[in-house]
């Protein structure tokens, strides 16, 4: 299988370095406060170059998020339904793949103080594609739906905002067994 990181590893590796060096940059300074002086010194290029790729810093950030939304993107259109809002080990491998591949780039997003706009609209993102779906095959209404996929998306996000910021432990075993029978089952099958 192809991986979906190709795309952009195979990009110029000029254009890598700005973006992992802006990541890295809001991950140590306030986002008002960083300077394309900044991004330059972390990537190890001159301004001219930084010119070449980007007119602003807010082109960089619009791509990392372009970049982040057209992966979770891509393993929502390649993943059954089921295997989402169950969070089978199908879909938390996909997710796996994706997040280890660019283990780097992922670590400095969640140390950002951006962290919560991206988890935002990825959020909405995936909602967007599911809701359809989702009040189409269920008894529940468009508000109902989006009620529910809020709370699926929104935990599986913070499982795997964890999972990153922990070195990818416990194993994806464990991630989607726990994630599964919380879908399943919620707590009913963790109290005793």
């Known amino acids: ?16 370095k700005i973006m992992l060096a802006y990541a890295k940059a809001l991950s140590t300074t306030q986002y008002e406060r ?13 301004r001219s170059t930084f010119y ?7 082109e ?5 998020e372009n970049y982040v939304l057209t992966r979770f993107q891509r393993i929502c259109d390649c993943t059954p339904l089921d295997d ?4 089978r080990k199908a879909f938390i491998e996909r997710v796996s793949e994706e997040l280890k591949g660019d283990a780097e780039f992922y670590l400095l997003l969640l140390l950002t103080d951006r962290i919560v706009v991206f988890i935002e609209r990825i959020n909405e993102t995936i909602q967007e594609i599911f809701k359809e779906a989702v009040c189409n095959n269920t008894k529940l209404s468009s508000e109902e739906g989006g009620i529910m996929l809020t709370f699926i998306i929104g935990g599986r996000i913070a499982v795997f905002r964890r999972w ?16 599964e029978k919380l879908s399943l089952m919620g707590l009913k099958d963790f109290v005793e």
């Open 1 to 16: 299988m192809k991986s979906i990181n190709n795309e952009y590893r195979n990009a110029s590796g000029t254009k890598r």
């Open 34 to 46: 960083i300077t394309i002086k900044e991004v330059c010194s972390l990537a190890g290029i001159n």
């Open 52 to 58: 070449r790729y980007y007119q602003c810093l807010g």
């Open 60 to 64: 960089i950030e619009s791509e990392i």
């Open 84 to 87: 989402l809002l169950y969070g």
């Open 164 to 179: 990153i910021l922990n070195g990818f432990i416990p194993s994806e075993e464990v991630i989607s067994s726990v994630v």
